[in-house]
Nanobody, 121 residues
Framework: QVQLVESGGGLVQAGGSLRLSCAASGPIFSINAMDWYRQAPGKQRELVAG???????NYADSVKGRFTISSDNAKNTVYLQMNTLRPEDTAVYYC???????????????WGQGTQVTVSS
């Protein structure tokens, strides 16, 4: 019943910006962390940015200074603000959340369906 839905992808020119959103819904007890991954054709999925429940963040070296991850815990939503986009950022972006379904349960990862980001030169 837990679902993660990404939105905000699209086509943008190099140097432009996009903001991705990922909203989690369902019988969620708590979300311990939310992350953004991306996968370009022919390449492995890679971690782009992550944020913990307490607000700590981390970024891939390739996006540091350009991307910002943030969250709204009340809305079970994570955002990825992407600035100064480059053609190399073109990929399907996936949201992943470490979610617990109850006090007696541990957390596990849930994936969204992905949203396409295409950066033209």
């Amino acid at each position: 019943q837990v679902q993660l839905v990404e939105s905000g992808g699209g086509l943008v020119q190099a140097g432009g910006s996009l903001r991705l959103s990922c909203a989690a819904s369902g019988p969620i007890f708590s979300i311990n962390a939310m992350d953004w991954y991306r996968q370009a054709p022919g390449k492995q999925r890679e971690l782009v940015a992550g944020i913990t429940r307490s607000g700590g963040t981390n970024y891939a070296d390739s996006v540091k200074g350009r991307f910002t991850i943030s969250s709204d815990n009340a809305k079970n939503t994570v955002y990825l603000q992407m600035n100064t986009l480059r053609p190399e950022d073109t990929a399907v972006y996936y949201c992943n959340a470490q979610i617990s379904l109850g006090i007696i349960h541990g957390s596990r990862g849930y994936w969204g369906q992905g949203t396409q980001v295409t950066v033209s030169s």
